[in-house]
Nanobody
């Protein structure tokens, strides 16, 4: 089991940038694909981005492609989401998550693939 804790959220103007961090505990952190999801008020949780356990593959929702970048640092047990050109519609609680299966690279990712979740960090983008 991997324990996850997000940080870095806040209030930013449209067009600005934020970098979210997710610190993980657990010796097997490097074995799992990691993902970022978000949930806006009244909406379902949606996939934002994921990175394979090796770091060799990254995945993005169409709505953030070209604006967000996911990365991981296994030495620091951390995963990051660099968000640029932020829009008001990016406003949501952002969650990081770890895949349910170690050493497994999926063709794509959804909420049902992740078994460990952080508590979330609020991102608010003002217009």
């Amino acid at each position: 089991q991997v324990q996850l804790a997000e940080s870095g959220g806040g209030l930013v103007q449209a067009g600005g940038s934020l970098r979210l961090s997710c610190a993980a505990s657990g010796r097997t952190f490097s074995s799992y694909a990691l993902g970022w999801f978000r949930q806006a008020p009244g909406k379902a949780r949606e996939f934002v981005s994921a990175i394979s356990w090796s770091g060799g593959s990254t995945y993005y929702a169409d709505s953030v492609k070209g604006r967000f970048t996911i990365s991981r640092d296994n030495a620091k047990n951390a995963v990051y989401l660099q968000m640029s050109s932020l829009k008001p519609e990016d406003t949501a609680v952002y969650y990081c998550a770890a895949d349910s299966l170690p050493y497994y690279t999926r063709p794509n990712y959804g909420t049902h693939d992740f078994g460990s979740w952080g508590q979330g960090t609020q991102v608010t983008v003002s217009s």
